[in-house]
């Protein structure tokens, strides 16, 4: 969910900032001369990591947003003080500040956590996870998101999302001077032509250059549970992944909607497995009983 949310996010940005600039004549004085590929690729890269670096620092009010999270500032109940406690000692014992805690409402059992600096994250839960898992399993997922912020994950993501966002303005905006000069027949500065088809060669590439930090968070995802398994125990944190994978033969209780997640009925193949943030979870579960501890 994290990773989906802070794409979104990035490309949202990344997209404003175009038309803006390009609404400034930013792009325009850059090829007043033909394409001068060394300031370009300044330009993309100041643009590229400031999308990525802005995408992080609103990383927390989107996820709480977008999931309408409840954090809890004061338990009501025994389960959430509960809930506290355990976050406390688990951000403890890795060694982060204590983050704040949140609760979404959601009938699937999931569970994410974000943030721009490792001492100040968020790690919520959904109201299904905490109706359906015992308190090993919660406690071994709770120290599975935190062990994403222990290891750094959102700011590794957002330096990988600035690399990749650098190729992508870079890329588009090559792609649509040619268009521009080849196919509209434009020999002075940037027309239609090139707004039009940069734009959109923005979002494609966009997309398929997602499949990088798609993979980034497959194989982070491993290292988290890991994480999770030295926090809460490996039996604990293994059945906390064979009951996901048990929801997620069930179709009322695991829907398509977040087969995005990895977390599915199957593993998918070719293409399909280009865009799953999540390995599938036979792997991960056969990965932990094999981990050195």
Wanted: aromatic share 8%; charged share 15%; net charge positive.
């Amino acid at each position: 969910m994290r990773i989906l949310l802070f794409l979104a996010t990035n490309l949202a940005v990344i997209i404003v900032a175009s038309v803006t600039l390009q609404l400034l004549g930013v792009d325009s004085y850059l090829a007043q001369n033909g394409i001068a590929y060394g300031s370009l690729l300044a330009f993309a890269a100041v643009f590229g990591f400031a999308g990525a670096i802005v995408s992080l620092l609103i990383s927390k009010p989107i996820a709480k947003w977008s999931t309408k999270a409840r954090v809890i500032d004061t338990p009501r109940t025994s389960a959430e003080r509960w809930l506290m406690e355990t976050v406390t000692v688990l951000a403890r014992d890795a060694g982060i500040g204590m983050p704040e805690v949140a609760i979404f409402p959601a009938t699937q059992s999931n569970a994410f956590a974000t943030g721009w600096n490792r001492n100040q994250a968020l790690v919520a839960v959904s109201e299904g996870l905490l109706q359906r898992f015992n308190k090993d399993e919660i406690r071994a997922v709770l120290g599975h998101e935190i062990g994403h912020v222990a290891n750094g994950d959102m700011i590794t993501l957002a330096l990988i999302q600035g690399v990749v966002n650098t190729f992508v303005i870079f890329a588009s905006r090559v792609i649509g001077s040619f268009v521009d000069r080849v196919v509209f027949r434009n020999e002075n500065g940037h027309g239609i032509g090139f707004f039009v088809v940069s734009l959109v060669a923005e979002v494609v590439l966009g997309i398929l250059a997602s499949t990088i930090v798609f993979w980034f968070s497959r194989r982070r995802e491993f290292r988290a549970d890991i994480a999770g398994a030295r926090l809460a125990g490996r039996p604990a944190m293994i059945s906390a992944l064979v009951r996901l994978r048990q929801e997620s033969e069930v179709p009322d209780q695991m829907p398509d909607s977040l087969q995005a997640f990895g977390i599915n009925r199957g593993a998918r193949s070719g293409l399909g497995s280009l865009f799953m943030t999540h390995p599938p979870l036979e792997d991960r579960i056969r990965a932990l009983e094999q981990a050195t501890l």
